[in-house]
């Protein structure tokens, strides 16, 4: 299993890939899901600010463009702009949507570069869910 570290460590490095001309602010994050498979995403923006796309929904859609079905069990998320760069109420919702009923593990860095975490439960008490 790939450890906290080594997932934020994998957000890092990706988000020096973020497309961010009009915020400055870049972000990554890394997905791993319960088969063991980990996806990474940076944060896209568009002049039309209402397009951008987060790095953890560009993470997750890419495991589901790649066939990925099993929970979303954790995701790392880093800014080299921010501590614990939570992710935004659409990233939690969506989240929450893959998390398939798991309490996935949120991994951040906090102000003295260490690894810290939280739940999906924790920040999203109350998700929308149809199923």
């Given at each position: 299993?790939?450890?906290?570290?080594?997932?934020l460590?994998k957000?890092?490095?990706i988000s020096?890939?973020?497309?961010?001309?009009?915020s400055?602010?870049?972000?990554?994050?890394?997905?791993?899901?319960?088969?063991?498979?980990?996806?990474?995403?940076c944060?896209?923006?568009?002049?039309?600010y209402?397009?951008s796309?987060?790095a953890?929904r560009?993470a997750?859609?890419t495991?589901?463009?790649?066939?990925?079905?099993?929970?979303?069990?954790?995701v790392a998320?880093?800014?080299?702009k921010?501590?614990k760069?939570?992710?935004?109420?659409?990233?939690?919702q969506w989240?929450?949507?893959?998390?398939?009923?798991?309490?996935t593990?949120?991994i951040?860095?906090?102000e003295?570069?260490?690894c810290?975490?939280?739940?999906i439960?924790?920040?999203?008490p109350y998700s929308?869910?149809?199923?």
């Open positions: 299993m790939t450890s906290n570290k080594e997932l460590e957000a890092k490095e020096q890939r973020a497309y961010c001309p009009y400055n602010f870049q972000v990554g994050a890394c997905a791993l899901f319960e088969s063991g498979n980990f996806y990474v995403g944060n896209i923006e568009n002049s039309s209402g397009l796309l987060c953890e560009n997750i859609s495991a589901i463009a790649n066939g990925e079905i099993s929970k979303l069990v954790k998320i880093y800014s080299p921010s501590s760069c939570f992710p935004c109420g659409a990233c939690r989240i929450q949507e893959f998390a398939k009923g798991y309490n593990e949120i951040l860095e906090d003295n570069g260490e810290c975490s939280c739940y439960d924790e920040i999203l929308f869910n149809l199923i």
